[in-house]
């Protein structure tokens, strides 16, 4: 039996689907008539089951109330790839693509924002030791698609709870240079016992430099003697991050 719509989605799909013709001429009803109540009814039956375009109209249809946000959902993956990385496209990016708007740029956004808080949350919602694969999906959600290199560290507390995530240095492609006593006094700030170091290579090659294997010796060795631990330092590239204990750097 089909569902019976609301007063609301019935008004809302008259207004964004009903084509709008001279009086006394037929009105021939267009091909995505009814549309978005058919897709929000199938996408709440079985998410999974939904294409990425179509999850892309649903983000797109409080943005856009009149109109087939289909086209729009369609240029977006055809220009940027993927459903990722439309999400983490830069907001310049976005608007580049036509017929878009500052709405649909913010509802995607905010769909990014809210992805990210969510992996922190499952990161933070236990020791660091019992949701690492948590926090590797975090760090790569946050750092996978940036365009330039950014350090941050991970603050532990004494039961290897997460402190705070903060990025401690912005550099150019390939470069983000870091100051191993500003870690650690930050580190000491918040009372923190233990750091895991993270920063992207934007080339996608998740492989140490030289660089990165000095400086993580150095802030290790600048906060052992105030009894902080470094417990790893990861590289997060195109795949798996690279992890300084796993590879016995650390």
């Known amino acids: 039996m089909p569902k019976k719509l609301s007063s609301l989605e019935q008004a809302e799909d008259m207004l964004a689907e009903a084509p709008l013709l001279p009086l006394g001429l037929a009105k021939a009803k267009p091909h995505h008539t009814g549309h978005r109540s058919r897709l929000r009814a199938r996408f709440l039956k ?21 109109g087939d946000v289909k086209p729009l959902a369609k240029a ?5 790839g993927t459903l990722s990385e ?10 580049e693509v036509e017929d878009i708007n500052d709405a649909a740029v913010a509802a995607i956004k905010a769909v990014q924002a809210a992805s990210l808080r969510l992996l922190r949350e499952e990161a933070a919602s236990r020791p660091v030791i019992q949701s690492w694969t948590a926090l590797m999906d975090y760090c790569r959600m946050h750092l996978k698609h940036k365009k330039h290199e950014e350090f941050h560290v991970l603050f532990l507390n004494r039961k290897f709870g997460l402190l705070a ?3 401690q240095q912005q550099g150019t492609v ?6 191993p006593r500003e870690v650690v006094k930050r ?13 992207n290579h934007p080339s996608g090659d998740a492989t140490p430099s030289k660089a ?3 400086i993580t ?17 990861l590289v997060i590239g195109a795949r798996e991050p690279f992890s300084f204990k796993a590879h016995g750097l650390l």
Do not use: N
């Open 76 to 80: 977006l993956l055809a220009r940027f």
């Open 46 to 66: 079985s998410p999974e089951a939904i294409p990425d375009y179509e999850l892309l109209e649903i983000i797109l249809f409080p943005a856009r109330p009149v």
């Open 165 to 167: 995530d903060e990025m």
């Open 217 to 233: 010796k150095a802030v290790a060795d600048a906060a052992r003697p105030l009894h902080i631990t470094v417990h790893d330092h």
């Open 212 to 214: 990165d294997i000095d």
């Open 187 to 199: 580190a000491l700030e918040l009372g923190a016992t233990g750091m895991i170091l993270v920063h």
């Open 86 to 95: 439309v999400m983490h496209a830069e907001v310049h990016a976005l608007k």
């Open 174 to 179: 390939d470069h983000a240079p870091v100051y």
